[in-house]
């Protein structure tokens, strides 16, 4: 049979829709939300990224607060802004957009973001949170995969998931996550010696590696929910994911498509935890 195709632009439009409302709510209580997203150099992707996140952000109601720094800027420029940003109480989230330029140190720079504005959830303070089970931000692209599986009614309690990649921006979260809810999870990398063996025992399958349809389509178990992070450019210009989405339909129960699955889910995350960031202002 085939696959329910799992709407991310749908379930993100949803999650957009009561984020309106929170931003509305608290301009009425005199409290503006802002994001500023640090982008530096010209990368094409990131470029593109960027500016679907202030757009979604102006569709919201949230003022988005762009910094384009050039290639040649240096370390220190950057740290500086991060610094300024990071005391700028009309600034709740901050994200600076990755991957960085050689000269820059990444770790870095995400250490010096304040905790409390880390709406990209990459730092320390919220990474450990997440492994303490302690409210605190999310990385967004995982947090929208658990929507997504949480939409469409899968319930990883007492199944079996596998994740392939083990970055720490996707794969490790998102393993903690789905062990939040009970799942039993695996993670699979490069070293992985039956990958196809790994893959076909799973009942929630994660890809998030950026190898244009690694996982093929009879990797797939059938009924399995097939969750696609990759986000690939094939030779013809086309977006694709990590996996083989044709084939793989045909056996999963669930399946994301590549686009309009993890993407659109991730920015409305990034919303969703910039809108957190907002509402602490309030209480402090
Ligand atoms: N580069 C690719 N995805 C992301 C993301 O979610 N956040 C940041 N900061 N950089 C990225």
Known sequence: MAATIIDGKKVAADIKV?????????????????LSVVLVGENPA???????KEKTCEALGIKSVAYKLPESATREELLKLVD??????????????LPLPGHMNEKEVMHRIAPEKDVDGFGPDALGRLLLDEPGFVPCTPH????????YGVDPAGKKAVIVGRSVIVGKPLALLLLRKNATVTICHSKTPDLKGECLSADILCVAVGRAQMVKGDWVKE???????????NESGKLIGDVE??????????ITPVPGGAGPMTI?????????????????
């Open 245 to 254: 989405f044709e084939k793989a339909k045909e056996r999963a129960g669930w």
């Open 144 to 151: 929208g995969a658990m929507k997504m599986l949480e939409a």
């Open 84 to 97: 300024d940003l990071n005391a700028d109480p009309g600034i709740h989230g901050i994200l600076v957009q």
């Open 18 to 34: 009561e984020l309106k409302k929170e931003v509305e709510e608290l301009k009425s209580k005199g409290v503006n939300p802002a």
């Open 223 to 233: 009924g399995a929910a097939v969750i696609d992070i990759g986000i690939n450019v």
């Open 268 to 284: 409305a995350m990034l919303m969703y935890n910039t809108v957190e960031a907002a509402k602490a202002g309030l209480k402090a």
């Open 46 to 52: 990131s470029k593109k990224y960027v500016a679907n």
